[in-house]
């Protein structure tokens, strides 16, 4: 299993979280960004730079995801491409995006889109708070000990 990070937004402290678990666990953690990330010296954290433009880091980490790799992205239709191919996906606050979830997120995200494209101002996400970053490290410790019972 590799775990992918769709690491331009990706908060800070998520990615920390997700450094200890390689590390702890020897699981392969890379950071997908069109920006350069610096990263802690390890053999299983890589950050990967791809060129800049629309949607650059998500088709390159749809690419390179194989069945069975998680994904970590707030970018639904990024998830619902992952999905198509056997991974899974976990957005920073801890939720997992699923089969049976993924097409009521892809209306949401597209109803939205139409009502600030016609002028409406529907503000932004939420300040990305420490209840996220705990639901988050709850969710991911529950997928792995799935796949590293040992961990």
């Known amino acids: ?7 331009d937004a990706c908060p800070n402290v998520i990615k920390e979280v997700l450094f200890r678990a390689a590390d702890r666990l020897k699981i392969n953690v890379t950071l997908v960004a ?29 690419r390179l995801v194989a069945a069975g790799d998680l994904v970590i992205t707030a970018d639904i239709p990024l998830a619902a491409d992952v999905l198509k191919k056997g991974a899974h996906a976990l957005n920073p606050r801890g ?7 993924i097409a009521q997120h892809l209306t ?29 490290a709850n969710q991911l410790d529950r997928h792995l000990r799935r796949h590293f019972p040992d961990a």
């Open 95 to 101: 939720e997992f995006y699923t089969q049976d979830n």
């Open 108 to 136: 949401m995200r597209h109803f939205m889109d139409t009502l600030r494209s016609s002028g409406v101002d529907t503000g932004g996400p939420n300040a990305f708070s420490a209840a996220d970053r705990q639901a988050f």
């Open 34 to 62: 069109n920006k350069l990330l610096r990263v802690p010296p390890s053999r299983f954290i890589q950050a990967r730079q791809v060129p800049g433009g629309f949607d650059v880091a998500d088709q390159e980490i749809v």
């Open 1 to 7: 299993m590799q775990i992918w990070v769709d690491a």
